[in-house]
């Protein structure tokens, strides 16, 4: 069975600072896939990334960037001087490769609520 | 903004009754996924259409159904709601097996 989890309930960091979220994810599949999604308060979730097992290279888009390493089953977010409206719920997800992009089911994480104290 | 619309926004109901709730797909998506989402957790999937059939349904009992419409766009159904019904209902639309784009959600709370 599928399962995520994102040990860190809450985090509150001041404006400029670096941000770290982390997910740990389980598992059979050697194929499956990773995601990041951001929820503002609106309540859309707002996709920011997939990532396939096959592809450990870890990504940088802006301030954005996400470390990947199967060893640990991780798949780890971190937003470098973060702003006021980065402030939202982070969920990782995991989707088994039931295809040739998968992404059927996605199992998320309980989130992470970031607070950017400005 | 995604191109995925449900509707209604909020929604009250009580116990007993029964809801519909509406999605319509991104333009060029042939496939919906619904995720009910309790207050403070992750969103759970519910199940997923593709082409007009059910591909694919998470641990939802049967009075959890739904449609989807020959222009992609779907629909939830729940018969005889229960207290624990009550939670943000969240539609995604994608292509089959590609980037799941979620709509803003229906608030359902059941009394």
């Known amino acids: 069975a599928q399962k995520v989890t994102q040990a860190q309930t809450e985090i509150s960091v001041v404006e400029k600072e670096d941000v770290t979220l982390d997910c740990v994810y389980e598992t059979r599949d050697t194929t499956y896939y990773l995601f990041w999604y951001k929820q503002p308060p609106s309540g859309e979730l707002v996709f920011l990334i997939r990532r396939n097992s096959f592809d450990e290279q870890n990504e940088i888009s802006g301030r954005y960037s996400w470390n990947f390493q199967k060893s640990t089953s991780s798949f780890n977010f971190t937003i470098t001087a973060s702003q006021v409206v980065d402030s939202a719920v982070y969920f990782c997800?995991?989707?088994?490769?039931?295809?040739?992009?998968?992404?059927?089911?996605?199992?998320f994480g309980t989130g992470t609520r970031l607070t950017i104290i400005p | 903004e995604t191109g995925v619309t449900q509707s209604p926004t909020h929604l009250i109901k009580t116990r007993g009754q029964q809801v519909t709730l509406r999605c319509s797909s991104q333009s060029g998506h042939n496939t919906v996924s619904w995720y009910q989402q309790a207050l403070g957790q992750g969103p759970q999937f519910i199940f997923q259409y593709y082409r007009e059939e059910e591909n694919g349904r998470g641990n939802f009992p049967p009075r959890f159904s739904g449609l989807q419409f020959p222009n992609y766009s779907s629909e939830l159904n729940v018969n005889a709601l229960e207290l624990d019904d009550s939670a943000l209902y969240l539609c995604?639309?994608?292509?089959?097996?590609?980037?799941?784009?979620f709509g803003a959600g229906t608030r359902l709370s059941v009394l």
């Open positions: 995604a639309s994608s292509l089959k097996g590609d980037i799941q784009y």
């Open positions: 997800a995991l989707s088994e490769g039931t295809s040739n992009f998968g992404n059927e089911k996605l199992t």
